[in-house]
């Protein structure tokens, strides 16, 4: 028990020293439009109930919480830092928790929205598991993360832990219990050359 209790101290320090890597992150055009767009394909091919329960794990200052909001349903957020209190303000419900200890009950949520937040966890895989624990039999994730190696080179921000390859982030998704995962490029042009996203949606078996 000693020996637990020291590799959970451990543990607890590394992460309180990575907090101050959390900085805040100002909504740009380009996100906006992704945002919006992926949402809108999103609930073409899988629409969702009027009030349904949506989670936004790494929410930033709002963006997906005001589109889900507009759309119907009943959005609540999931930040670090200054990030809540500029949710707060605009009147959004946040929590403020760690992306990889989802303090909800299992199955609660209809869909898990998680843009631009994975690469933000030292330990993906158990994050995944997490998002998966919390989502209803039949619910939906999305997962969009940047690629590693492109023109913005996003493997070298400082609080990206996990910019990992198309294949790997299949496998994990694969892993932590969705058989069934529909993958997406989307390529544009930044001040540095081109770039990609890579966005992941799949479903929870019912």
Excluded at 48 to 67: F, K, S, Y
Aim: proline share 6%; net charge negative; glycine share 8%.
């Amino acid at each position: 028990m000693a020996e637990l209790a020291d590799h959970h101290a451990r543990l607890d320090a590394f992460l309180a020293k990575l907090r101050g890597d959390i900085y805040p992150e100002a909504p740009t055009q380009g996100h906006d439009i992704i945002t919006r767009e992926m949402f809108k394909r999103l609930m073409e091919a899988r629409p969702l109930p009027a009030g349904a329960a949506v989670l936004d794990v790494g929410c930033g200052q709002g963006v997906g919480l005001e589109v889900f909001k507009a759309a119907g349903l009943k959005p609540l957020g999931v930040t670090l830092g200054a990030d809540a209190e500029i949710c707060r303000a605009k009147g959004l419900d946040v929590v403020e928790m760690d992306l990889s200890f989802l303090d909800f009950e299992d199955g609660r949520f209809d869909m898990v929205w998680c843009r631009h937040a994975l690469e933000h966890s030292v330990f993906p895989f158990f994050t995944l598991s997490e998002m998966h624990r919390v989502l209803k039999p039949g619910g939906l994730l999305y997962v969009e993360v940047p690629a590693p190696d492109t023109a913005c080179a996003h493997q070298t921000n400082p609080n990206h832990y996990s910019v990992l390859g198309k294949s790997m982030w299949i496998e994990l998704l694969r892993r932590t219990g969705f058989p069934d995962i529909a993958a997406t490029d989307i390529n544009f042009q930044t001040g540095a050359g081109p770039d990609t996203y890579w966005a992941f949606v799949q479903a929870k078996p019912a």
